[in-house]
C-alpha cells in the first residue's frame, strides 16, 4: 500500500511515479523529455513520485540493462498540479503503458481510497476480492473504475484475491 503525502506544487509542475509489471529481465529506467527521472524500477515494484513539467512531454521506457533503446514511448497529456502514474505492462519486445492521475487527496477519517486496475497483458477480466467480498465483478483490462472508498479498520491488512 503507498501512503502519499499531499503537497501543494507550482501550477506547472506535476508529479509522475512509475510501476512495473511488465517480464523485462532488468529494471526499468523512465526517461522524460530524455532526462532519467525515473531510475531503476523493478518488477512488480513501484518507484517515489519525481516533479515534471506539465504539458505533453515524451515518456521513455528503457531496460536498465540496455540504455539508450527504448522499449516503450509514450506521450501523455500531463495536467499540472497533479499526481500521475504510469504502469508498464507486458512481454518483453509488446510493453503497454497506461497512464492514471492519482488521487492523493486526503480521504475521510477512518477511510482509506484504493484504486484497482487490470493491467494484465493476458487476462480480459478478473473478479477482485478483498476479505471475501467482491467489490469489482468482470474488471476489464485497462479499465479505471476510479477509487473506491474503504474503511480503514476493516480493510486494514486484507487479503487481496484476484480471480479470473
Given at each position: 500500500m503507498r501512503v502519499a503525502t499531499v503537497s501543494l506544487i507550482d501550477r506547472g509542475l506535476l508529479k509522475v511515479s512509475a510501476s512495473t509489471i511488465a517480464a523485462v529481465a532488468s529494471p526499468?529506467?523512465?526517461?522524460v523529455d530524455d532526462v532519467l527521472t525515473l531510475a531503476n524500477v523493478p518488477f512488480a515494484g513501484v518507484s517515489n513520485y519525481e516533479k515534471v513539467i506539465a504539458g505533453s512531454p515524451t515518456?521513455?521506457?528503457?531496460?536498465?540493462?540496455?540504455?539508450?533503446?527504448?522499449?516503450?514511448?509514450?506521450?501523455p497529456n500531463l495536467a499540472p498540479a497533479t499526481d500521475t502514474s504510469i504502469v508498464v505492462s507486458g512481454p518483453a519486445g509488446a510493453l503497454q503503458g497506461?497512464?492514471?492521475?492519482?488521487n492523493n487527496l486526503p480521504s475521510a477519517a477512518g477511510r482509506a481510497r484504493v484504486r484497482f486496475v487490470n493491467a494484465s497483458p493476458d487476462l480480459a477480466s478478473v473478479d477482485v476480492y478483498?476479505?471475501?467480498?467482491?467489490?469489482?465483478?468482470?474488471?476489464?483490462?485497462?479499465?479505471?473504475?476510479?477509487?473506491?472508498?474503504?474503511?480503514?479498520?476493516?480493510?486494514?491488512?486484507?487479503?487481496?484475491?484476484v480471480r479470473r
Open positions: 526499468l529506467n523512465v526517461f515518456i521513455s521506457i528503457q531496460s536498465a540493462a540496455t540504455p539508450g533503446a527504448n522499449l516503450l514511448t509514450l506521450k497506461l497512464v492514471l492521475t492519482d478483498v476479505i471475501f467480498v467482491k467489490p469489482y465483478e468482470r474488471l476489464q483490462r485497462v479499465m479505471r473504475p476510479g477509487f473506491a472508498a474503504a474503511s480503514s479498520p476493516r480493510y486494514q491488512r486484507a487479503p487481496l484475491r
